[in-house]
């Protein structure tokens, strides 16, 4: 087996060498100072000297698939604990594993992103075991095929309370295991509180606008998730209806009001986003959500879709309604473009891009662009006259629109952010400087 070069860290003195035959199982329950369960330091004591990268984690993997179950139940609570440490600081993010995390637990809170304290520090080899405990079967296929593997997690809530969901997404990085966690808000905002002007508002209901592709991008942390899951459950307590959410992994788990709304998870429920959406068209949905635009094939699919009549809502990262337009369109061949602009013209309704900046006093606020498709930016759109567009954002509020820079300069007018975070957002900086004069 080829050896990816790198040189795994020092793991922790040898423990007792691991006597497990193959039809047996490891039960080792005794935490050790750290708080890893006791079988962890057996299991990396008895890592064959020479063993890198896939194969150190393949090793692991093994050895880890002869542990007791209620043994690597305690392995789970252990995690769990670190996991729940987000909440007390209030993170939206957690990283683990991997050199570079040089055995901390980091924690991004209000943006920024340091190592956690009072944690205990883990070798990367009791960071991989960790991490492998929480794949199953399909994740794991994804981790040796495609070197990463995105899943989700949920870990117990207090008596009474939702089960906490989270967005994960394990890696390699230079032939260790890493992993990031995404906290999924269990609550979501009011619609009418992200601040869109009441035309962009009622475009957004399926009441209102009954079909339309409509975009919610920025780039990752931006707060995309939220203003989707926002739409998604004003829409459902809005119309009797259905629902369809295709995502990778599914986040916010939305319980039907007057809509059913099912959802399917990529990996697990549908093998692709594209079978997914072309699944949907035959359960009868109203409204079909599409987690991420990746790629080609499942932008056509979305766009098909929408051409059948139905309102889509999906999320792309890029950070601004004019950018988004050119992605798209350049995601396909030179030799299709002109088709493609065509029909995303005749099927885009809105794209809002976001950006959440610095608030005064710490927290975030929430920076938009909104772009509604009018019949003069479809036009645009087909013409591939991309300098139009943001003009008419610019100039059309009456009809909801704005772009990224008019918003920054209202945030700083109120005296939600500082002239000089304004600044640094703004997409067009030269936009800001007429504004702020």
């Known amino acids: 087996m080829e050896h990816s070069g790198s040189i795994p860290a020092n793991p922790r003195p040898p423990a007792r060498p691991l ?8 039960s ?29 984690i393949r090793f ?8 007791d179950s209620n043994d690597r139940a305690q392995l789970r609570i252990f995690f769990n604990s670190l996991v729940s440490r987000m909440a007390t600081v209030g993170a939206s993010d957690m990283d683990m594993g991997g050199e570079s995390s040089n055995g901390h637990i980091w924690f991004r809170s209000d943006g920024d992103k340091k190592p956690g304290e009072g944690l205990p520090r883990l070798s990367t080899d009791e960071s991989a075991l960790v991490i492998l405990n929480l794949l199953g079967a399909t994740a794991l296929e994804s981790l040796f095929s495609w070197r990463a593997a995105d899943f989700s997690h949920e870990i117990p809530g ?26 999924i808000q269990d609550s979501l905002f009011p619609l009418n509180s992200l601040g869109f002007h009441p035309a962009i508002e009622r475009g957004l209901m399926f009441s209102h606008e009954r079909d339309g592709l409509t975009l919610v991008t920025g780039v990752t942390g931006s707060g995309k998730s939220s203003t989707l899951d926002a739409i998604v459950d004003a829409n459902n307590a809005d119309f009797h209806g259905h629902i369809v959410v295709v995502g990778k992994p599914i986040e916010y788990m939305h319980a039907s009001k007057k809509c059913i709304v099912r959802h399917r998870e990529v990996g697990q429920d549908v093998p692709s986003f594209k079978d997914g959406i072309v699944q949907a068209l035959r359960q009868d949905p109203d409204i079909v959500v599409i987690g991420e635009m990746r790629d080609p094939e499942t932008i056509s699919s979305a766009i098909e879709i929408t051409d059948s009549g139905h309102k889509v809502f999906s999320t792309l990262h890029t950070s601004s309604a004019v950018e988004s ?23 885009l309704r809105c794209i809002i891009s976001q950006k959440l900046a610095p608030k005064r006093g710490g927290g975030r606020v929430l920076a938009k662009e909104v772009l509604w498709v009018t019949p003069s930016a479809r036009a645009a759109i087909k013409n591939d006259n991309s300098g139009e567009i943001y003009q008419m954002m610019w100039e059309g509020w009456g009809q909801g629109q704005i772009t990224l820079e008019q918003d920054l300069f209202r945030l700083m007018r109120q005296g939600l952010i500082t002239p000089e975070t304004a600044m640094s957002y703004a997409n067009n900086k030269r936009r800001f400087m007429q504004l702020a004069k």
């Open 19 to 26: 006597r497990t035959p193959s039809r047996s199982t490891v």
């Open 28 to 56: 080792l329950s005794e935490p050790a100072n750290d708080g890893l369960p006791g079988f962890v330091a057996q299991i990396i004591g008895s890592i064959p000297a020479m063993s890198y990268g896939e194969e150190r």
């Open 60 to 67: 692991l993997l093994d050895r880890l698939g002869h542990v």
């Open 158 to 183: 207090e008596p009474g309370e939702r089960r906490r969901r989270f967005r994960a997404s394990a890696y390699m990085e230079m032939g260790n295991l890493a992993l990031n966690m995404r906290s």
């Open 325 to 347: 337009i050119d992605r798209i369109v350049g995601e396909y061949p030179p030799n299709e473009q002109d088709r493609v602009r065509n029909r995303l013209a005749d099927t």
